[in-house]
């Protein structure tokens, strides 16, 4: 019979004596199952195992764009969203080791003088640490006075028969890990924003820059109409419905440089700089390529994502906080020990005859506290059923993104196809509109109806290659971002080492 099995029987033998006489209670545990079998391939996309992602500034760097590559290179640096989560970590690991202490020994030294007076009759005096101390002077009214000196060391420890303490640091340990991969996702999450937020720059340039072409274009509309309006060829309401156009595409620069002013400022902070200290000079959406992603498979993509490696942490920590909970209603054992000297007067403190030691091994069993043990135990097995179904929604929301995101670089390419097409068939209609125009065989409602096709198309034309490269970003996220099983490894590493380093002089 294995250790760990003779171990449980007994664990439950002792429950059942305790929780009879605690007037009845359940220590048994039916936990929850949460593992989820991923599908065997994405609905959205070929069946085949794939590479992770480039992570952070190699994947900005797909797009072709330096200042983007740097803006994400200086964001993983510098982004207070990514500095905060850092110092969670910080926080978890000093948590560790906090929860861990009851592993060790305590040993405290400790010294004191003690002056006491005693009624008459009493000739000895009990000093609060269990010692006598005789009397060794006298007042004038008949008092006795004593002194006591103490210097030594006093060690405690409890054996962890039952586990509890080691459950305990199990459970910080185990949020420290997952304290690492909520960086992960932070950091992950600042990439895409940095991404995101230089592409809406990008589309607001283009579009501030086709609304300038177009106040152009109608300026010169404009002025043709007027021209024929002044020989007398042209009216009143000719000139006046061309004008409305012209004042509507100037209407939109405004707008359009207040929305892309706006979103530099958005893109400095998560770049972790002040507004006023950096320059982003843009370009147009049209200078960058589109990264192609592979998903790979299900299985792959549920190992990449940190907030599953996170919420997976954080599940199995809370198993060892039931396990603590549990644990909390056997008897615990301590052992207790002080060694030092003691003496009635100071100059005989250090001699060999002042030495005094004393051992006790102290046992303390619960046996009614108000059902306070069994609620925390109670609150601990909840508090798992919860994280269990958060653990197994997030395994769907994973696989779900993908999906989407799969769904979203589809559809976003179809609908940019569709928008070039429908842009160069309006350009066209314009262009024979205007020259008609000038031969003066059309009318202005027309041309109106042409040139304002004509505009919208290209505004919209710039929204579908923004969202189709957001889309590219979407999918970048949904599969993790770059990260991988190994990285998976080397933060669990690195929480271990920082569970083991600096742990200050006293070990």
């Known amino acids: 019979m294995s250790l760990d099995l003779m171990h449980r029987k007994k664990t439950i033998f002792l429950a059942f004596l305790i929780c009879v006489g605690e007037g009845g209670c359940d220590l048994e545990w039916s936990k929850p199952d949460p593992s989820v079998p991923p599908p065997g391939r994405f609905v959205q996309a070929k069946p085949g195992s794939a590479p992770p992602v480039p992570s952070g500034a190699d994947f900005a760097a797909l797009f072709g764009s330096e200042e983007m590559r740097q803006l994400v290179a200086g964001a993983l640096q510098d982004n207070l969203d990514i500095a905060a989560a850092v110092a969670r970590i910080t926080e978890a690991d ?3 080791r906090v929860s861990s202490a009851a592993l060790w020994p305590n040993v405290s030294f400790g010294g004191s003088a003690q002056r006491s007076q005693t009624p008459p009759g009493t000739v ?7 010692s006598t101390a005789s009397a060794v002077t006298s007042s004038g009214s008949g008092s006795t006075r004593s002194n006591l000196y103490q210097l030594g060391l006093n060690a405690s420890y409890e054996i962890d028969f039952w ?6 640091s199990k459970a910080a340990r185990l949020l420290a890990n997952a304290s690492r991969f909520d960086r992960d996702t932070v950091q992950i999450s600042t990439v895409a924003s940095v991404v995101n937020a230089y592409l809406q720059v990008l589309a607001d340039q283009d579009r501030l820059r086709i609304a300038n072409q177009n106040v152009v274009l109608a300026s010169k509309v404009y002025d043709a ?12 309401l000719d000139a006046a419905q061309q004008e409305t156009v012209l004042e509507q595409q100037r209407a939109t620069i405004p707008t359009l440089v207040r929305d892309l002013e706006q979103t530099k400022n958005i893109l400095a902070v998560i770049r972790g700089r002040a507004p006023e200290s950096i320059n982003i000079k843009g370009g147009a959406l049209t200078e960058l390529r589109f990264p192609r992603l592979p998903p790979g498979l299900p299985s792959e993509v549920l190992l990449r994502r940190p907030d599953v490696a996170e919420a997976e942490a954080k599940l199995a920590s809370q198993e060892f906080s039931v396990l603590q909970a549990r644990a909390a209603f056997f008897p615990s054992f301590t052992l207790t020990g002080q060694y030092g000297v003691e003496s009635v007067v100071f ?3 250090l001699s060999p005859q002042a030495i005094a030691w004393q051992l006790a091994a102290n046992a303390a069993q619960p046996l009614f506290d108000g059902y306070h043990l069994q609620g925390q135990y109670e609150l601990q097995k909840g508090g798992y059923s919860e994280l269990s179904a958060l653990y197994h929604k997030q395994i769907l929301t994973a696989l779900s993104d993908v999906e989407n995101a799969l769904i979203a670089v589809r559809e976003t390419e179809r609908g940019l196809r569709s928008e070039t097409l429908a ?4 350009r066209r209609a314009y262009l024979a509109a205007a020259a008609r125009l000038a031969e003066g065989t059309i009318d202005v409602v027309t041309l109106a109806t042409v040139q304002t096709a004509y505009f919208q ?7 579908a290659r923004f969202a189709y490269l957001q889309a590219a970003v979407s999918l970048y996220q949904a599969v993790g971002g770059g990260w991988s099983p190994t990285t998976r490894e080397v933060e669990i590493a690195r929480a271990n080492e920082s569970y083991e380093a600096n742990k200050g002089p006293w070990p």
């Open 94 to 96: 000093a948590q560790a």
């Open 124 to 130: 000895s005096v009990n000093t609060a640490g269990g």
């Open 163 to 168: 586990g509890k303490n080691e459950d305990a």
């Open 225 to 236: 109409i007027k021209a024929r309006f002044n020989l007398g060829t042209a009216t009143v």
């Open 347 to 349: 100059r005989n403190l």
């Open 423 to 426: 842009t160069d068939s309006a």
């Open 457 to 463: 198309n290209q505004d919209l034309l710039v929204q």
